[in-house]
C-alpha cells in the first residue's frame, strides 16, 4: 500500500502563488503514477495534474499555463506549484498515488488540504 501526506495549503489572495506537498511512503516503488485532485463544495472531484514516473505531466486546461506538477524522486514527494491563483481555483486538494499489484493497479488518496483564493 502507498501513504500520503499533504501540507502546503492555506489562504492567499487572487494573483497569489501557493505550493502544495504530497508525501508518499510505503510501497514506493509501485508507484506509476502521481497526481492532485480538487474539489470545491456541490462539486464532483476533478483531476488538477498528473505526473508519471517517467516524467510525463498532464494538466486540466483551467490550469494549464498556471500550475506546475514536479517531484522529488529522493524525497518521494510530487509538488503542486500554483501560480496566478483565481477565486474559482478555491477547493480542497487531494494527492493520488496510482500503484502496481500482484492484483492489479491501485491508487491511494491523501487526506486533502484546504486551498482558498479571496478575490
Known amino acids: 500500500q502507498v501513504q500520503l501526506v499533504e501540507s502546503g495549503g492555506g489562504l492567499v489572495q487572487a494573483g497569489g502563488s501557493l505550493r502544495l506537498s504530497c508525501a508518499a511512503s510505503?510501497?514506493?516503488?509501485?508507484?506509476?503514477?502521481m497526481g492532485w485532485y480538487r474539489q470545491a463544495p456541490g462539486k464532483q472531484r476533478e483531476l488538477v495534474a498528473t505526473?508519471?514516473?517517467?516524467?510525463?505531466?498532464n494538466y486540466a486546461g483551467s490550469v494549464k499555463g498556471r500550475f506546475t506538477i514536479s517531484r522529488d524522486s529522493a524525497k518521494n514527494t510530487v509538488y503542486l506549484q500554483m501560480n496566478s491563483l483565481k477565486p474559482e481555483d478555491t477547493a480542497v486538494y487531494y494527492c493520488?498515488?496510482?500503484?502496481?499489484?500482484?492484483?492489479?493497479?491501485?491508487?491511494?488518496w491523501g487526506q486533502g488540504t484546504q486551498v482558498t483564493v479571496s478575490s
Open positions: 505526473i508519471t514516473t517517467d516524467g510525463i505531466t
Open positions: 510505503g510501497s514506493i516503488s509501485s508507484i506509476v503514477a
Open positions: 493520488n498515488a496510482q500503484y502496481n499489484t500482484g492484483w492489479g493497479r491501485f491508487g491511494s
